[in-house]
């Protein structure tokens, strides 16, 4: 937490040279040689985080957002100064983003503790790129309010609505099955993505923009703007105007980031359908404030919220269309009586005084009400049992129902490698009621748990119209894919869970109803049989040895242990009976 007596401006964090005010002076005379005067030096110093990257298109409005932010800055009397970090793009971020994000957070965290900021604006879109600032302005306990650069436009394929990448995954599908052609396929790849931004459903990305809204570090309604729109430029600038209050009011982070503030993270996240890696990242930024996941208590949430957000994958919507119907803000509203509302946002009011002058609502079709909802609980469930003893979890809300409730025979792939050499093999043995197996795709076994859990239906059977099946893996699922997944198995199959023996032809069960992951192996078996698993080789050098090394399992956000706070303070979701305010109208 920032003190009271701290140095502030350019003051702060002053180089060690034995000598502060000589190190006050050469930081001055090399600032002064860009042209600032000495009434810009003396303003509180804003922090701008710059993570544009030409290979990341989710971040292709960052210059112009920058300045919006820097024109909000000066309008309320900072001194704004943009730095780079380094920018991860789902797409390109071999092997996986998620190996990377911790990288991030660790750049972001050491960034502000090095220079001298009085407040920062964390500026991220992009699925990992959101979690890992929030993890490392966490962990730098400084003034924080997040910007998220919006989701793109969508496009237009003969004459339907498409988006990135709900419909990315829908078209290859039906190319995978022969439905559409080499032609087809090529030209909607050029319609998919209708400009710069985030992905237009609720993915990740969407999903990290709302939660970031619901703890309370970003602005009211800033979650949906789309990327290349004025009032995305607008909330950038009411963001850094924003910032210089921070600074001034010395409002910590961490005073945003309280059990209570997660609360409402976890109710939105369920109540949008979102995104099943939300539930990784919150633990990870959770854990960075010293909170540890209660899954448990997660289901318990999940069971008494509705899905109400009528969008991709789950429903049939976009981001921009959620924008249209009030955002982030009218969905608070709408589940009000579930939410905290005490909590402090980054305006320095209350959830609840805050919603209390969002905009009055208007008829539309993508923000449910709470008697017409798109799913009425429980999107996501955690499951347990034999195969997954600390927990797995399941996006029920876009599985189908009928897989819900399954058995069938295992059909095992060792690794993503196994998987892309066999998966297409003509001779496979496999049918529709057998229950696809991935192993070695977690945290540790890949390494970097990527989003290989959507393991795609065998071409065989997609070719006779089969479009889901019961797949199982330690690893994720993109929030913009839809299907009967198990996701993060735990303990992973590389770490020495009971993932790592199963076989072909063992019975598999999937129970949604019971939250029940099991095969039918007795313990002596699982046992004998781990015995016998040959440990796979890690790297021996570089941050992929940190990584193997200090990552932890989904359940803990895979962060690495090192950077974890060094207590733990309470558990998040809280359990019910310690949540509950007075509701806001709707």
Known sequence: MTSETSPTGLRSNLVNYGDAEFALFLRK??????????????????????????????????????????????????????????SLHESFSH??????????????????????VDAVVLIGGCDKTVPAQLMGAASAGRPAIQLVTGSMLTGSHRGRTVGACTDCRAFWGRYRAEEIDDAEIEEV???????????????????????????????????APPAVT???????????????????????????????????????????????????????IAGRCGYTLDLDAFDAMSLETPVLVNLKPAGAHYMEDLHRAGGVQRLMTEISDLLDLDTLTVTGRTLGEELAEAPAPYPQDVIRPREDPIYPAGSIA??????????????????A????????RAVVFEDAADLAARIDDEALDVTADDVLVLKNIGPVGAPGMPEGGYIPIPRK???????????????????????????????????????????????????????????DVDDAEIARRLALVEVRPKPKRGYAKLFVEEVTQAEEGC????????????????????????????
């Open 401 to 408: 129902p009928a897989l819900l409730e399954h058995t069938g």
């Open 230 to 284: 004025a009032e995305r430029m607008r909330v950038a600038e009411m963001t850094g105007r924003r910032a210089v209050g921070l600074a001034e009011e010395k409002l910590d982070i961490n005073q945003i980031l309280t059990p209570a503030a997660f609360d409402n993270a976890f109710r939105v996240l369920l109540a949008m359908g979102g995104s099943t890696n939300a539930l990784v990242h919150l633990a990870a």
């Open 95 to 116: 092997p996986t983003s998620m190996f990377l994000r911790n990288l991030m957070a660790m750049d972001t965290e050491e960034m502000l503790r090095a220079l001298p």
């Open 461 to 519: 059977l997609a070719r006779a119209g089969v479009k889901d099946m019961v797949r199982i893996s330690d690893g994720r699922m993109s929030g913009t894919a839809a299907g009967t997944i198990v996701l993060h198995v735990s303990p992973e199959a590389a770490a020495g869970g009971p993932l790592a023996v199963v076989r072909d032809g063992d019975t598999v069960t999937l129970s949604v109803k019971d939250r029940v992951l099991a095969i």
């Open 382 to 399: 955690v499951l347990r049992g034999n195969l997954a003893p600390a927990g797995a979890i399941i996006k029920q809300a876009a599985a």
């Open 559 to 586: 962060d690495f242990r090192f950077l974890q706070a060094e207590e733990t303070t309470a558990a998040v979701p809280r359990r019910a009976g310690s949540t509950g305010t007075a509701g806001v109208s709707s």
């Open 29 to 86: 005379a090399f600032i002064k040689g860009a042209g600032y005067s000495d009434d810009v030096l003396e303003r509180p110093v804003i922090g701008i985080v710059d993570t544009e990257s030409g290979f990341n298109p989710c971040h292709g409005n960052m210059p112009e957002l920058i300045k919006a932010v820097e024109r909000g800055v000066m309008m309320a009397g900072g001194f704004p100064v943009s730095f780079p970090t380094i």
């Open 189 to 223: 790849n050029g319609r998919l993505v209708g400009s710069v931004g985030t992905c237009s459903v609720a993915g990740t990305a969407s999903t990290m923009a709302a939660v970031a809204e619901a703890l309370g570090v970003a602005l009211p309604g800033s979650a």
